[in-house]
């Protein structure tokens, strides 16, 4: 096998990070498909914490190709921050990152649309969550056809000309939602901070979908990186709490314009228990000192915000669409550790819904808001070894946590960790092989 699609299986923040990097150790190119510098991965190698926001995190395997597909949205002065970060620890000194030409650029009147919008909404008591990165009007600016590119940069009167276009329709909205309209200095500024980093950038721009079919058709190993969780699609998720963009295995292909017939296999990644950011239902949230427990246990709070993660117990259900979204091959469990002490561990393998039971959520929001998780309750377990190199080495408990997970959810583990070190995994099978 030669690509595979690593990809979020619920509300994202599972531990791609991790994953990914293991994988990359096989893999020739790393291509990140989708979202901006809203999805933070961290990665813990010897004891250090490095978290990427818009690069792979295949990025500290020196020499591996780190792609941005164009199905992204780069804010240039966060990639450049996080280039220079990254450099500073040795990394991506050889030449290693392509920025995908066709990429659509964040600007600060998308953060600052997006910022009084939140602002609005959040005084009317439904405010999505978002992390005011301007994530979505930027892919809105794309959708509507007035995107600026990655291209754009290098052409100043173009870019000026979008500029202008864009704040043409957009100042009347900032007015309308509170906000100050940018000065003619400010907008003047912002033009030329994104033409100077248009230039900084030139050397690492060029044609990702070009690149990566050739690797495809040499025989490479080309692993992509999704962006958030599956059921965070902005079609096929809890709309609208949901990102703006495609979170599932098929936006690989959009962005790196592939062919759905080149993939040869999905990965899935969830955590042995379950998480959301911002607003939606979330049926198994643990609103309680459980859920406190688990979220100071497991780290659960933005790698990008820093703010709080919701957690829940595992939820079959909304596994299980994520697993038909994206036909996924095999599954990832992370953060197995985490759940260590507890006296019991519950499981919601299906929901109640007027009386009706159902095995995947239902995608209306109030509906989902309405449902009634089933649970199931296993036996805790003690400490897991951190040397534990197989499913035998794992607590009885804990190793039939992982059975019935694989069961209910339908998919084979690839692996299973069970610490955040790079070493703490149990490998099950080689996606490449």
């Known amino acids: ?198 230039e900084t950038l030139r050397p690492m721009m060029g044609d990702a979908s070009r690149e990566v079919a050739h690797a495809v058709a040499a025989g490479k190993h080309v692993l992509f990186e999704g962006a958030q969780g599956s059921l965070l699609d902005l079609d096929h998720g809890t709309y609208p709490y949901v990102t703006s963009s495609a979170t599932i295995a098929a936006g690989a292909c959009q962005s790196a314009g592939l062919g759905p017939t080149k993939v040869d296999a999905v990965i899935g990644i969830t955590k042995a228990y379950a998480t959301r950011v911002g607003g939606g239902p979330f049926p198994t949230e643990l609103d309680d000192e459980t859920g406190e427990r688990i979220r100071q246990a497991g780290g659960e709070f933005g790698a990008v915000t820093g703010r709080p993660r919701r957690c829940g117990w595992l939820d079959l259900p909304a596994l299980r669409l994520g697993v038909r979204l994206s036909g996924m091959d095999g599954l990832a469990l992370t953060k197995l550790d985490v759940l260590s002490g507890l006296p019991e561990i519950k499981v919601a393998i299906a929901y109640k819904l007027d009386g009706v039971e159902l095995d995947e959520p239902p995608m209306d929001p109030d509906d989902m808001g309405r449902a009634e998780p089933v649970f199931t309750t296993m036996p805790g377990w003690g400490p897991i070894p951190k040397d534990a190199r197989d499913l035998s080495d794992l607590p009885a408990s804990a190793r039939h946590y992982v059975e019935a997970v694989e069961r209910w959810a339908g998919v084979p583990f690839s692996l299973v960790s069970v610490g955040p070190e790079r070493a703490e995994t149990i490998a099950i099978s080689d996606p490449f092989a």
């Open 1 to 198: 096998m030669s690509v595979v699609i690593v990809v979020g299986a619920q509300w994202g923040d599972e531990g791609k990070g991790k994953v990914v990097d293991l994988f990359t150790e096989r893999a020739d190119a790393v291509v990140r498909y989708g979202g901006g510098a809203n999805a933070g991965h961290t990665l813990v190698i010897n004891g250090a914490k490095v978290v990427t926001r818009l690069i792979p995190s295949g990025v500290l395997h020196p020499g591996k190709r780190c792609v941005l597909g164009d199905g992204m949205v780069i804010d240039p002065h966060s990639l450049l921050e996080e280039i220079g970060q990254l450099r500073a620890k040795g990394l991506l000194a050889r030449g290693e990152l392509l920025v995908g030409q066709g990429a659509h650029v964040i600007l600060p009147y998308h953060k600052l649309i997006e910022a009084v919008r939140e602002d609005k909404a959040k005084s009317a008591g439904r405010m999505i969550g978002t992390t005011r990165r301007g994530i979505g009007p930027a892919y809105e600016a794309k959708a509507a056809r007035r995107g600026v590119r990655v291209r754009d940069l290098l052409i100043p009167a173009r870019l000026r000309a979008l500029v202008e276009q864009n704040l043409d329709e957009l100042v009347p909205l900032i007015l309308h939602f509170g906000g100050a309209a940018p000065t003619a200095d400010e907008v003047s500024k912002w033009i030329d901070d994104a033409l100077a980093a248009g």
